[in-house]
């Protein structure tokens, strides 16, 4: 359909969304138009833009219901809808904005899954897997850095070696919509990048020429899949027996920030959050450990 390659080229020169997002946003409006034509054909009705009102986003969302999808689910694909929908009335495709006056399904905000200090402790100091000292030294350079500066593995992933300034201890990471921001790093990550970066990641070249930080065995760069991957041989290795991902970090990152004063604004800014709100949600892990160790030292608790 040309509109939708309209609208996902849209997104892709206005709103600088990455080719994953914009994947993303093309499987649910495919899905939802499948369903809408279906629909119109069944009531007897032109199939076309046009043709789709309210009605037929809450039987689609209802359809998903029944389904089994999760609210989370709904919500994002109720999100590519109404921006599907802004844009045809914008371009004066259709009469009317078929998606404004429908609510986003509400949800429960899941606690995020968080390391204690030990287990984050075998990721960064303990015997690492590997096939080779260069591939070690990579695994444990990657997870120094996810808990050092709290980043998206999007975002991890995305790193060349021009990014870092060991002088100035940062990293400029590039995160969503192409939004650009300066990490700090501390003492460990910068020691451990600059070890890797001198005795390790030549081995992972193979003589080639990457500017990738992260690669792979083949001297390539490391994709997300490949860090999860190796996040699971990691796991079952040290014996980390939760289901860790490389949001997890992330999560982690912020919480023990939090759990030792860190400013809320300040951690919004370091993850990269356009939203306080967003944010938030690590003050209810914070509550719950609070809680935790209340009930545990206190006589009468």
Avoid: W
């Avoid at 076309?48 to 989370?72: C, F, H, M, P, Q």
């Avoid at 960064?124 to 050092?148: H, I, V």
């Amino acid at each position: 359909m040309k509109e939708l390659k309209d609208y996902l080229e849209h997104l892709r020169v206005a709103r600088n969304l990455s080719p994953a997002s914009i994947a993303s946003y093309e499987r649910d409006l495919a899905d939802f138009l499948t369903f809408t034509m279906q629909q119109l054909d069944y009531l007897g009705r032109q199939q076309n833009l046009t043709s789709i009102d309210k009605y037929l986003v809450r039987e689609y969302l209802a359809y998903l219901t029944r389904e089994g999808y999760a609210r989370s689910t709904l919500a994002r694909r109720l999100a590519s809808i109404r921006g599907f929908s802004r844009f045809l009335f914008t371009e004066g495709i259709v009469e009317s904005d078929f998606a404004i006056s429908l609510k986003t399904p509400k949800q429960k905000k899941a606690i995020p899954e968080v390391m204690s200090m030990d287990e984050i402790a075998k990721y960064l100091e303990g015997n690492m897997p590997g096939k080779s000292p260069a591939l070690q030294a990579r695994n444990q350079t990657m997870f120094e850095l996810l808990y050092a500066t709290g980043i998206r593995v999007a975002e991890l992933v995305g790193l060349n070696v021009q990014d870092l300034d060991a002088a100035n201890q940062y990293i400029r990471v590039m995160g969503k919509g192409r939004k650009e921001r300066v990490v700090p790093l501390g003492e460990y990550a910068l020691s451990r990048l600059d070890a890797y970066l001198r005795h390790h990641r030549p081995a992972l070249l193979h003589g080639r020429q990457d500017d990738a930080l992260f690669l792979n065995a083949r001297g390539h760069r490391l994709t997300t899949r490949g860090v999860q991957y190796v996040l699971d041989e990691c796991t079952r290795h040290l014996q980390v027996h939760k289901d860790i991902s490389p949001h997890v970090f992330r999560h982690t990152f912020a919480t023990h920030l939090l759990d030792n004063g860190a400013d809320l604004r300040a951690i919004q800014e370091l993850l990269g959050h356009a939203s306080l709100s967003t944010t938030q949600v690590y003050t209810k892990v914070t509550m719950g450990h609070l809680k935790s160790v209340y009930n545990r030292a206190h006589p009468r608790a």
